[in-house]
């Protein structure tokens, strides 16, 4: 009998994916529906079984994984993918949302976590690790990486700065509006923009957070 | 159906209207991860079709699906009735709306998203709860 969750895996090394099918298939609702050892084959695999999950592993010889990825996008657009790698490069990260992956996992993780992670795909979500999460951004283009070293202050514009220091020292919206010639509605918005990306929400920790910055005197 | 055993029943619901499926699931993922309960929709007329199904139990609504069809997905929603709190997600610039929505301009973290959301939850429950 078939199980909920079918599943392909694409490995180079045997050893790899046997533990990973052997673990898989001893679970009550995934099954896998073929094991293959590049990505030529995982496309094959994927045309033929058209499994909800596919574990494609990103150092495999032969057609880059990635590309094999657009292709299975497109021709088996429900199928999410889980990169399996040795190594957590900022570059494959990126190439994996780039290609809307549903998942980053790299090989030192336990099986339970590639199950976990299955799952999770299966049912509409993504796993990525939290280091990734936190860093990633939306733009027009999809889902990409940030630069983690930016922080907090960084991500405000100058304008966005400058009202943070006039709210710091206490001034009114009103005050803040006359002094940069804006209108007090201009100014609430830019109070709101910052308050949302600063992720805080009342005057006395930002203001807290300003000094804290460097950017108001105690 | 969320039940309270496991105290789902208490969570309060966000609506993701969003064109991508990916991003969708991405920040679906986020803030299923802050403890809230959250339905996905592709278009503007699932959005208003399950607001209008269940609006006492959404808490609160995210939209992108792009400039135009944003705006007036949620000029829809008011029309129905809704005047729960709104995230808009606008592309480049600001777009007219109503007091209860706010606005989120791409390029924007994950995080941002995350502390948006939790900032319109807080206020709608300030308020008092849904209308």
Partial sequence: MSKPIGVVLADDHTMVRGALAAWLNATDDIGVLGDVTNAEEAIEACLKHEPHVLVLDIDMPGLSCFDAART????????????????????????????EASGYLTKGEPPQTVEAAIRVAAGGGVCFSEQVQTR?????????????????????????LEILRYLARGMSKKEIAQTMSLSVKTVDNHCTNLMMKLDIHDRVELARFAIREGLAEP | MPSDADGSAERKTVVLAFQSRHIREILATALAGDGLSVVQVGTAEDLIQRVRASSSRVHGVVVDLGQTLGA?????????????????????????????????QKPYAVTTLCGAVRTMMSEQADFGGMP
């Fill in chain 1, 136 to 160: 990633m951004v939306i733009g027009q283009e999809g889902a990409r990486l940030g630069d983690g070293t930016k922080t907090r202050v960084e991500t405000l514009t100058p304008r966005e």
């Fill in chain 1, 72 to 99: 299975i996008r497109a021709r088996c657009p429900l199928t999410r993918i889980i990169f399996l790698s040795a190594f957590f490069h900022d570059r494959y990260i990126q190439e994996a949302l780039a290609v």
């Fill in chain 2, 72 to 104: 007036s997905s949620i000029a829809d929603l008011r029309q129905s009735g809704w005047l729960g709190p709104v995230l808009l997600v606008s592309e480049g610039h600001a777009v007219e709306t109503d007091p209860c929505t706010r606005q989120l």
